[in-house]
Each structure stands twice: as structure tokens, then as C-alpha cells.
Nanobody
Framework: QVRLVESGGGLVQPGGSLRLSCAAS????????MGWYRQAPGNQRELAVT????????HYADFVKGRFTASRDNAKNTLYLQMNNLKPEDTAVYYC????????WGQGTQVTVSS
């Protein structure tokens, strides 16, 4: 079955950087567009980034555009999210999934931006 395992979160100061990873199994990863989502406390889960199956096309929500970069290594079945210039409002649990969110959700990885 499909399994998505996110990692790389942590506590970082405003302006800092983190790199998240998502290890995928049980799906044709190399031919599957993917997305990064986040859910802040009390808020609905929101789609932050989508990336095409090849990694050549990405789309970013306005709230991360210019600061976050998605990439993927299809040989390793792994999705990445490089997050720079982090802000307190980026604090959330981050998840990977299809752009439709149709796969079972992983446990996510907590990102906390605070001084």
C-alpha cells in the first residue's frame, strides 16, 4: 500500500532554513505529480507546492513563493522541500501527498519557527 513518510522538521529561528524530505513507497513515484501541504494549529490543511512527475514544473502558493523550493529524486522515491527565510507563520505540520490529497496521509513533520 501507499506509504508517505515525512521528515526533516524542527525548531528554527525566523529567517532560518530547513529541508524536508518525503519518502514514498507503494506508488509509481516517478510518474506521479506530488504536492507539499501544511496544516497550522486550528487551520485546515493547505496545499503549498505542486511538482510534476519529472520535477520540471512546479507551482507555489503565494504564501511560500520565492522562499520555498520543491524538488524530487525519482531514483530514490523521495520528495524534498527546501524552505528558506522562514517566518513564524510557516509554523505547521508539513505533509506530502498527491495534489488531490487522495493517498493516505503520513504523520507529517513539525516545523516550528520561533525566536
Amino acid at each position: 500500500q501507499v506509504r508517505l513518510v515525512e521528515s526533516g522538521g524542527g525548531l528554527v529561528q525566523p529567517g532560518g532554513s530547513l529541508r524536508l524530505s518525503c519518502a514514498a513507497s507503494g506508488l509509481p513515484f516517478g510518474s506521479t505529480p506530488m504536492g507539499w501541504y501544511r496544516q497550522a494549529p486550528g487551520n485546515q490543511r493547505e496545499l503549498a507546492v505542486t511538482i510534476s512527475s519529472s520535477g520540471g514544473i512546479t507551482h507555489y502558493a503565494d504564501f511560500v513563493k520565492g522562499r520555498f523550493t520543491a524538488s524530487r529524486d525519482n531514483a530514490k522515491n523521495t520528495l524534498y522541500l527546501q524552505m528558506n527565510n522562514l517566518k513564524p507563520e510557516d509554523t505547521a505540520v508539513y505533509y506530502c501527498n498527491l495534489p488531490s490529497g487522495a493517498y493516505p496521509w503520513g504523520q507529517g513533520t513539525q516545523v516550528t519557527v520561533s525566536s
